[in-house]
């Protein structure tokens, strides 16, 4: 099975960094994706990692250490848009565990 | 928007009752993939289908069922509805079976409220 967790909420300033951390113990890993979602809405994919070390995609980052059982999600320049739930998932051979999601409040 | 097209956004119902909710994939993508998402519970895995063939397997109860039908469309459909059923529902779906770096791209989802 999976076990994910990350915090429940984190709350910054716009134009700041924020970092989401996630930690897993799975009995098989076989990538782990970052979704946004904002509230009622679909979750949108974001990033994802397989191999360790740090991806970036624009505004946003994904950092992966498979040892650790432990990945980071890092948004810069933070908007009021950002504002939002953030899904840390964790797939085995073919299924997608997905964290309980962090919620993120920009404030101005 | 992520091509993937759900009916109905919402549906109520009573208990007991029986639901079907019906998902489009996106253009090309095999797989298609349920979930159900609960303020308690976060977004739940319950069934992935591929090409018409069930692929993996979640927490789905067993009055719940599912299929996927040659056109590539699926069908989520919940039975002797409870009142903890309340929930929203995605159809998610990707390319291929699931592995390598293919994400899941969501629809808007099926909120479903049983009264």
């Known amino acids: 099975g999976q076990n994910i967790d990350q915090p429940t909420e984190m709350t910054a300033t716009e134009g700041a960094i924020v970092q989401i951390n996630c930690t897993y113990q799975t009995s098989g890993f076989n990538g782990l994706f970052w979704y946004q979602q904002h509230a009622g809405e679909a979750p949108t994919f974001l990033s994802y990692n397989v191999l360790d070390g740090l991806e970036e995609k624009g505004r946003f980052s994904s950092f992966l250490s498979r040892s650790k059982g432990y990945s980071y999600l890092l948004l810069k320049e933070l908007q009021m848009k950002d504002s939002a739930s953030y899904l840390c998932?964790?797939?085995?051979?073919?299924?997608?565990?997905f964290g309980a999601g962090t919620t993120v409040t920009v404030r101005a | 928007d992520s091509g993937v097209t759900q009916t109905p956004k919402h549906l109520i119902t009573a208990t007991g009752q029986r639901v079907t909710l019906r998902c489009s994939p996106r253009s090309g993508d095999l797989s298609v993939y349920w979930y159900q998402q609960s303020l308690d519970q976060g977004l739940q895995f319950l069934i992935q289908y591929y090409n018409g063939e069930e692929r993996a397997k979640g927490n789905i109860l067993e009055r719940f069922s599912a299929q996927q039908f040659p056109d590539l469309h699926s069908e989520l459909n919940l039975s002797s509805l409870e009142l903890g059923d309340s929930a929203l529902y995605f159809c998610?779906?990707?390319?291929?079976?699931?592995?390598?770096?293919?994400?899941?791209?969501f629809g808007d989802g099926t909120r479903l409220s049983i009264l």
């Open positions: 998610a779906s990707s390319v291929g079976t699931g592995g390598g770096n293919q994400p899941q791209h």
């Open positions: 998932a964790v797939r085995d051979l073919y299924k997608l565990s």
